[in-house]
C-alpha cells in the first residue's frame, strides 16, 4: 500500500470516528505503527489531522477532504457514472462542471468521445468550469471552448467559488449543468459541505435547462450543510447500482429521471 492509499484510509477512518490511535490504525491498514506515526505526523503538517498522545483526532479542515485524497473512494462507481452522465450530452452543448472526483471523471469521458474528438478544430462541445483542474485537462482540447469563471480558488477543491463566479454565469446561457454534490436527499435536495462552493453550483443550476446530478450510492439520503438545488428543480439523477430502491422511488415520484449504473 502506497503513501497516498494510507493517508486516504487514514483520514476516511478519521472522518468515520473523529480520532484514531496508532495501533488500531496500523492494524486496520496492515502496515508498522512506526509508518503510521510518520503518515499521522505528515498529514498534522499539513493541517488535515491534529496529533494527540498515541494517535490522532479530526481536524475541522478534514471535514471536507481535499480533492486529491477522494480520488480513490468509489472509484469504480465513479467512473461508470461519469460515462453515462457524458453519454447524455449531445454534441455542440453548452455544460456547466463544477468541481469534484466525479466531474472530473465527467469531463474525461466528454472528451475522449469519438463523436466529439472527430470534430478536429471545429468546437464541438463548451464547458464552463469553475474548476481550475478541470480547465487545465480540457484547455488542450481544440474542438472543446472552454470557459472559466473568475473566483477565490478553494485548495481542498480546486473550485473558484465567490460574487466573480456568480456574476459570470449571470451571463450565459447553459444547456446542462452537470453537478457533484456530497449529499442528496429526497426532502432537502443537493447540497455541500461549503457555503461558498453551494453558491457557485447553484448558479449554474439556475442557467441550466436540465441539471445533471451525478452522485454515488454513499450520498444519497444524506443531507449536508449548504443547498445547492431542490429536487424539483433536478431533472436527472446519475447513481451506482448500490442506490437503495426506496431512495430511487423516492427520487422518481417528484419527477427526477434517475439511471442506476
Not at 477532504?65 to 449531445?90: F, H, N, S, W
Request: proline fraction near 3%; aromatic fraction near 4%.
Amino acid at each position: 500500500m502506497g503513501a497516498h492509499e494510507r493517508w486516504t484510509g487514514l483520514l476516511d477512518a478519521l472522518s468515520e470516528r473523529g480520532r484514531i490511535e496508532v495501533a488500531e490504525a496500523a492494524e486496520l491498514l496492515g502496515v508498522s505503527a512506526a509508518t503510521i506515526r510518520r503518515d499521522m505526523d505528515e498529514l498534522a503538517r499539513q493541517q488535515l489531522l491534529t496529533r494527540t498522545r498515541g494517535g490522532a483526532v479530526l481536524s475541522g479542515v478534514a471535514y471536507d477532504l481535499p480533492l486529491r485524497y477522494k480520488t480513490a473512494r468509489q472509484a469504480d462507481e465513479k467512473q461508470r457514472i461519469a460515462r453515462a452522465a457524458a453519454g447524455l450530452v449531445p454534441p455542440g452543448a453548452v455544460v456547466a462542471l463544477n468541481g469534484g472526483t466525479t466531474t472530473s471523471e465527467v469531463a474525461r469521458e466528454l472528451v475522449t468521445r469519438a463523436d466529439l474528438a472527430d470534430h478536429g478544430t471545429v468546437t464541438a462541445l463548451t464547458i464552463v468550469t469553475n474548476a481550475i483542474n478541470i480547465a487545465n485537462e480540457l484547455a488542450v482540447r481544440p474542438y472543446v471552448k472552454t470557459v472559466v469563471t473568475g473566483g477565490v480558488a478553494r485548495p481542498s477543491s480546486y473550485e473558484l467559488t465567490g460574487p466573480l463566479v456568480t456574476s459570470v454565469l449571470q451571463g450565459l446561457a447553459l444547456d446542462y449543468a452537470i453537478l457533484g454534490v456530497n449529499a442528496v436527499d429526497p426532502r432537502f435536495g443537493a447540497a455541500t459541505h461549503d457555503e461558498g462552493e453551494a453558491g457557485a453550483n447553484r448558479a449554474m443550476a439556475e442557467r441550466a435547462d436540465r441539471v445533471i446530478v451525478v452522485a454515488d450510492s454513499t450520498k444519497l439520503g444524506r443531507r449536508a450543510f449548504a443547498r445547492v438545488c431542490t429536487v424539483a428543480e433536478i431533472s436527472v439523477l446519475v447513481t451506482d447500482r448500490d442506490a437503495p430502491d426506496e431512495l430511487v422511488e423516492q427520487f422518481s415520484s417528484q419527477g427526477v429521471e434517475v439511471h442506476r449504473v
